[in-house]
C-alpha cells in the first residue's frame, strides 16, 4: 500500500526557513517523480517543486532560488528546505509521487499518490 506522510509544518516570521519531510513507502522501485504541491485558503493546488529519478529537478518561479527540494533513497525521504519564507507561502503542503514520465512534473493532474499535507504558515 502507497503512502506518503509530510511533516515539520509550523508557523514561522517572515524571513525564516522551514524544512518539510515526506516519508515515502509502499513502492516497489524509487517513484519517477516525486513533488511538493501546496493549496492556500480559497485557492488551487500548486505545484511547488519536484524531482525526477534522476535527481533532475523543477521548480516553480515563485519560490525559485528560496526554495530546495531533494530526497535520501536510503531512508526514503522527500524533502523541501525553505527559506527566506514570506507571507504569501502560507498553505497546507502536500507531498505527492507517480511512476512513469510527465512532461509537466508541477501539474497536479500528473499525480495519483498523495499525502494528508501540513501546514505551513507565515506571518509578518
Known amino acids: 500500500q502507497v503512502q506518503l506522510m509530510e511533516s515539520g509544518g509550523a508557523s514561522v516570521q517572515a524571513g525564516g526557513s522551514l524544512r518539510l519531510s515526506c516519508a515515502v513507502s509502499?513502492?516497489?522501485?524509487?517513484?519517477?517523480?516525486m513533488a511538493w504541491f501546496r493549496q492556500a485558503p480559497g485557492k488551487g493546488r500548486e505545484g511547488v517543486a519536484a524531482i525526477g529519478r534522476h535527481a533532475t529537478t523543477t521548480y516553480a518561479d515563485s519560490v525559485k532560488g528560496r526554495f530546495t527540494i531533494s530526497e535520501d533513497n536510503a531512508k526514503n525521504t522527500l524533502y523541501l528546505q525553505m527559506d527566506s519564507l514570506k507571507p504569501e507561502d502560507t498553505a497546507v503542503y502536500y507531498c505527492a509521487a507517480r511512476n512513469g514520465q510527465t512532461w509537466s512534473p508541477l501539474e497536479r493532474a500528473a499525480y495519483s499518490d498523495w499525502g494528508q499535507g501540513t501546514q505551513v504558515t507565515v506571518s509578518s
Open positions: 509502499g513502492y516497489t522501485l524509487r517513484p519517477d517523480f
